[in-house]
């Protein structure tokens, strides 16, 4: 089992989105706070600005949705499972792109955190 914590600005949205257009399962939810939802052997826990994992660090720092670092999803069909993104009004970050190992793309779930879908080659 593995678990990612990522920061969201909105629990319920983003609940939606990961169990409504990705097909993760809703596993808790902790008020606005905070819900855990999962995939296979991965736990997602999505930690809403009320969460402990979003309060300033003690250097000043405020944690926050975003970056490059992200999960890989890997699906048999990514153009079809795009093409839903695409329909949810999903924001991506690249194009299908092909590689030597197969083809991929890069999505932002609502607070903008990086999902890559990976088909195989």
Do not use: C
């Not at 097909?23 to 826990?45: C, K, Q, S, T």
């Not at 690249?94 to 080659?121: H, K, M, R, Y």
């Amino acid at each position: 089992m593995t678990t990612v914590r990522y920061l969201v600005t909105d629990v319920a949205r983003s609940v939606a989105f990961y169990a409504d257009v990705l097909g993760f399962e809703e596993v808790e939810r902790y008020g606005p706070a905070m819900a855990i939802v999962r995939l296979g052997d991965l736990d997602l826990w999505l930690a809403g600005p009320a969460s402990s994992a979003a309060r300033p660090t003690p250097d000043g720092r405020q944690p926050g949705p975003g970056g490059w670092n992200r999960l890989v999803i890997t699906t048999h069909d990514v153009a079809a499972l795009a093409g839903k993104l695409r329909d949810a009004g999903a924001t991506f970050r690249s194009d299908l792109v092909e590689g030597p190992g197969g083809t991929q793309i890069v999505v932002e779930d609502p607070s903008g955190n990086p999902i890559e879908l990976f088909q195989p080659a």
